[in-house]
């Protein structure tokens, strides 16, 4: 099954329904609502969508590739990458990790990963990362995945119904 990626430490796969309710609860994290464009309140229904619309339908048709990354040993949820597929060879990059897996790497590892399987299963050429300027954990986890570190946009995110300046990075094959 190429949807299904083995890393030294994980099982990257992707969602099913049963991973609702832990979208809901780790997006209720303030960091996720700061850093990442999210509803605000989160509800959820906000998760259900995101599961089921974005990260199982938008698969099925190509425009996204949404997984989560499982400790291979105890099965344990910790993060979620996600690559928006364009349709032109290039992807945006999206990730969060569980607020009780951070700091041990889970995210730079599964970034590694998914991006890999982009290049070689989904044929990508250039896969993008942006992140509001100010968020250095995202900016180190670009960095230990290969993304070269590239400038900084104006206004070029919305978070928090504002508009943010990002940086911006990108990885090729
Ligand atoms: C950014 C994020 C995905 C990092 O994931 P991770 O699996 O903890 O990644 P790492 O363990 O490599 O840590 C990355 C950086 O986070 C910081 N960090 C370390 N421990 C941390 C902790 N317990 N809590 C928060 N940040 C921590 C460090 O700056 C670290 O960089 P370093 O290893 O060079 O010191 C995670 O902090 C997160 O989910 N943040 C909120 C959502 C977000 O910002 N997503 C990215 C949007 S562009």
């Known amino acids: 099954m190429d949807d299904i990626i083995a890393t030294d430490r ?3 796969r992707p969602f099913t329904i049963e991973d609702i309710e832990w979208v809901f609860e780790v997006s209720q994290d303030p960091a996720v609502q700061q850093f990442v464009q999210v509803p605000s309140p ?3 229904e906000h998760a259900r969508y ?3 619309q974005l990260a199982i339908a938008q698969r099925e048709s190509g425009e996204r590739a949404e997984f989560v990354v499982e400790d291979a040993a105890t099965g344990e949820r910790l993060a979620r990458v996600g690559l928006g597929l364009r349709g032109d060879g290039t992807a945006e990059v999206g990730y969060w990790t569980a607020p009780a897996a951070r700091g041990r790497g889970v995210a730079p590892e ?3 990963a998914v ?3 982009g290049f070689d299963v989904r044929g990508l050429e250039l896969i993008e990362w942006r ?13 230990k995945a290969g993304f070269l570190m590239e400038g900084q946009l104006r206004k070029r995110l919305v978070h928090r119904g504002q508009r943010v300046d990002a940086w911006i990075g990108s990885l090729v094959s």
């Open 110 to 112: 599964a970034v590694r």
């Open 50 to 52: 995101f599961v089921e």
């Open 42 to 44: 989160y509800l959820m």
């Open 10 to 12: 994980f099982v990257v």
């Open 115 to 117: 991006c890999r399987w």
């Open 131 to 143: 992140a509001e300027v100010g968020n250095h954990a995202s900016r180190r986890v670009a960095q």
